[in-house]
């Protein structure tokens, strides 16, 4: 028999109890999934401002806004208000800070969709100021990085400002010296220097030489502490005035998954962790022919893994992308065999939010 996805499947084993089966497919159509964000390389530094960020597009979420912070949810460094679309700007990136970038996603309705997507980054830092000091009546000798035509308008002072913003963006140059035109010269001359082994009296001339000031170092950020973002409260569609979120509360053991997880259907999946690596196994109460394992990542937040299980003769499988929430719940996504996605979603028996 062909591969079916969990509904087919159960209807033909059990029609009166197929609401129990993993068919996240079935209530895509009213079901608002949360977008997620595209991270920037963990290794690379944000360095455009205003920085551009983009996401996929989520079920039924026409509405998006992006929070910046030192925390998931945190607003203090900046918030986009409402958008629609899949991408957005955050501008005034304060410099050489690692933070946190929430995405939240709003039904038509404008309430947030759980659970919030998020990043970590980290801001360029901060330039050195670059300036110079002139040195009049001087020549400088040394290593040339060459001459070029400066014009022969205006005074020195004036004229050499070429000299100095062509020097400016060369990181080799260290400084140069101004030949204004006359005594033999047809027009203005900058010449460039990588090394200065002497300066020199020298009247028709002016000189200057590279400084460069760095920026005071800031103290190293607290290390983050991600834990999941609180739900904001419900958002109008006009964009509202940007607000400071709640701190967000921390969720209790997140990184331990280990023991027993109950989905929407009833189904139970034993979950059994060794360090990021976990396997388990999934049945059914109410179908004692469904049986299956599980086996994938859990990094402290988000869980990746396969799905396989069968009901007597017919079989399937499916992934699982499952994020921690602040209820301690793993919120999520299940993507059947044949591609068809639907949330999915597990908590621990007894928990009154099931």
């Known amino acids: 028999m062909p591969l079916r996805t969990p509904l087919l499947i159960l209807v033909a084993a059990m029609s009166a109890v197929a609401q129990n089966a993993p068919n996240p497919g079935a209530s895509t159509a009213t079901t608002p999934v949360a977008a997620r964000l595209v991270c920037p390389a963990a290794d690379q530094a944000v360095a455009q401002d205003p920085a551009t960020f983009t996401w996929n597009q989520g079920t039924n979420t026409p509405n998006y806004r992006l929070l910046l912070g030192p925390s998931i949810g945190d607003s203090s460094a900046g918030d986009s208000s409402l958008i629609s679309g899949t991408q957005g700007q955050l501008a005034g990136l304060p410099p050489g800070k690692s933070l946190y970038v929430t995405l939240w996603s709003y039904d038509s309705s404008g309430n947030a969709v759980q659970p919030a997507s998020f990043c970590l980054i980290k801001t360029a830092p901060q330039q050195p ?37 062509q020097c400016k963006l060369n990181a080799a140059c260290q400084g140069y010296t101004y030949y204004p035109a006359g005594n033999g010269n047809p027009t203005a001359m900058c010449d460039l220097k990588s090394q200065i082994t002497e300066s020199l009296p020298n009247e028709c001339c002016l000189s200057a030489l590279k400084t460069i000031t760095p920026q005071a170092t800031p103290p190293p950020p607290p290390a983050p502490v991600a834990t999941a973002a609180p739900a904001p409260t419900k958002t109008a569609k006009a964009a509202p005035a940007p607000s400071k979120l709640a701190k967000p509360a921390p969720a209790t053991d997140t990184k331990a998954i280990a023991g027993e997880w109950v989905n929407q259907f009833g189904a139970v999946t034993k979950i059994v962790q060794k360090g990021n690596n976990i396997t388990g196994t999934y049945s059914d109460p109410k179908l004692p022919g469904v049986s299956g394992n599980l086996k994938g990542t859990f990094d402290g937040e988000t869980l990746h893994g396969t799905l396989n299980w069968k009901n007597g003769s017919d079989s399937s499988y499916g992934t699982l992308d499952l994020t921690m929430t602040p209820l301690n719940r793993l919120e999520g996504t299940w993507t059947d065999a044949a591609g068809v996605s639907g949330p999915w979603s597990m908590g621990r028996p007894g928990d009154p939010t099931r």
């Open 129 to 165: 100021e670059i300036d110079f000091k002139i040195v009049s009546g001087t020549s400088l000798t040394g290593v040339s990085l060459g001459s070029f035509a400066a014009g022969s308008a205006g005074e020195p002072a004036q004229a050499a400002q070429a000299c100095q913003a």
